[in-house]
């Protein structure tokens, strides 16, 4: 299973395709045991992320106990394939450098939270403290459903500007992922 994982991302990453799902109609799930954050709130910022790209999509998302479509796990160090994590950010020295998460695209669609780091669905909460001491786990729910839709980093990471508002999609988000799957119908 893992090789042919490997060898579907090596696919990817060389060949000039788009790389989307052929189904509109997806399921998730979510192992949530190393999140470090409440069921519920896990559940309640991956549902917010969902709803953005479904309003903006011909797309549908629900969940199911387990072996959904795009599966989130969270993970420490190595866990399973070839891209280890590497601890909570502050860890490393360079926090730019710090892995968050990453995603395997459509039709893999694994996401992989490093649970290492100190996430939090509440940042209000953490501002007015000298540095930023937590990880905004909806701003990374956002990007990586974006990333499990088939979007590359270059426009998720978008989201991180200072401007733009946190829980809301970019306008080159919304091009880029209407040029993949189209508008909304109706
Ligand atoms: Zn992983």
């Known amino acids: 299973m893992l090789s042919l994982l490997l060898l579907t991302l090596s696919l990817v990453s060389c060949a000039p395709r788009i790389n989307k799902w052929s189904k509109t109609d997806l399921t998730f799930s979510i192992d949530n045991r190393r999140s470090g954050m409440t069921d519920s709130d896990t559940k309640k910022a991956i549902h917010a992320a969902f709803e953005l790209w479904s309003a903006v999509t011909p797309l549908t998302f629900k969940e ?31 926090h730019w450098e710090n892995v968050l998460f990453h995603t395997f695209f ?16 509440d940042v209000e909460r953490e501002m007015g403290k000298p540095e930023r001491s937590k990880e905004d786990f909806l701003n990374a729910a956002i990007k990586s459903v974006g990333n499990a839709l088939g979007l590359s980093s270059s426009i998720t990471i978008q989201m991180n500007d200072k401007f733009v508002p946190r829980g809301t999609l ?4 919304i091009e880029a992922i209407q040029w993949i799957y189209g508008a909304p119908k109706n």
């Open 64 to 94: 199911v106990p387990s072996g959904g479509d795009i599966q989130f796990l969270f993970a420490s160090g190595y866990h399973g394939d070839a891209y280890p994590f590497d601890g909570k950010g502050d860890d490393m020295g360079d």
């Open 106 to 121: 459509p039709e893999i669609g694994a996401v992989h939270f490093d649970s290492d780091e100190p996430w939090t669905v």
């Open 170 to 173: 970019t306008k080159d988000a």
